[in-house]
């Protein structure tokens, strides 16, 4: 089943323009990390934010949690034409003592140049 | 040059036939893990092995089996059992248990049955 979800599906902007991207999710999480995937590739970790932190930035990446509301949200700023790719969230869940990351079904990020 | 190899890229098969796709890493990870991603989905979990002989059931076993004889190497079998089984399979590692630590992703295998 689905932890994380992604808001919106899709998502098309112009280069210079910022792209933000949201993630909702339903228990409660330890973590929750950001990945990119570029069309027929293997994934790429972004960031990694932990449940005691709110925000975190990673060059052009911003980062924030809220725990209250069980959501998250991706900031690029200043986008480029590379930065397109498929942007998902995974969170932890525990199973039977092993917490393994459950994926979200991911932003389509289209940035035209 | 560390990362995760996947092998091939590309895999064609026949309906009842069973197939391995190969999981190589040098990073020297305890942890491995294998998804299927179907198109416009997220991914979901196979398998996964927090360490060498050992493994555990994800949310979609039936149908796949894996073994875990060395540290580098998690290959996984697509069973003639397993209904649906065309889809882009990802292999990934990571150092110690998640979600603590990030997770290493191959490049994947595209697997298509007829």
């Known amino acids: 089943s689905q932890q994380g979800e992604e808001d919106p599906q899709a998502l098309s902007i112009q280069e210079g323009e910022n792209a933000t991207m949201n993630c909702s999710y339903k228990t409660s999480i330890n973590n929750l990390q950001w990945y990119r995937q570029n069309s027929g590739r293997g994934l790429v970790h972004l960031i990694l934010i932990r449940s005691n932190e709110r925000e975190k930035h990673s060059g052009r990446l911003r980062v924030t949690l809220d725990t209250s509301k069980k959501s998250s949200s991706l900031l690029i700023t200043a986008s480029r034409a590379a930065d397109t790719a498929s942007y998902f969230c995974?969170?932890?869940?525990?199973?039977?003592?092993?917490?393994?990351?459950?994926f979200g079904t991911g932003t389509r990020l289209l940035v035209s140049p | 040059d560390g990362g995760i190899t996947q092998s091939p890229k590309y895999l064609f098969r026949k309906e009842g036939q069973n197939v391995t796709l190969s999981c190589e890493q040098n990073l020297n990870h305890d942890a491995m893990y294998w998804y299927r991603q179907d198109p416009g989905q997220g991914l979901r979990l196979i398998y996964y092995s927090q360490i060498v002989n050992d493994f555990q059931k994800g949310d979609i076993a039936e149908g796949y089996s894996v073994s875990r004889e060395k540290k580098e190497s998690f290959p996984l079998t697509v069973t003639s059992a397993q209904k649906n089984p065309t889809a882009f399979y990802l292999c990934?590692?990571?150092?110690?248990?998640?979600?603590?630590?990030?997770?290493?992703f191959g490049p994947g295998t595209r697997l298509t049955v007829t």
């Open positions: 990934a590692s990571s150092i110690g248990q998640t979600p603590t630590y990030e997770q290493y």
């Open positions: 995974a969170t932890d869940r525990m199973n039977t003592g092993f917490q393994k990351l459950v």
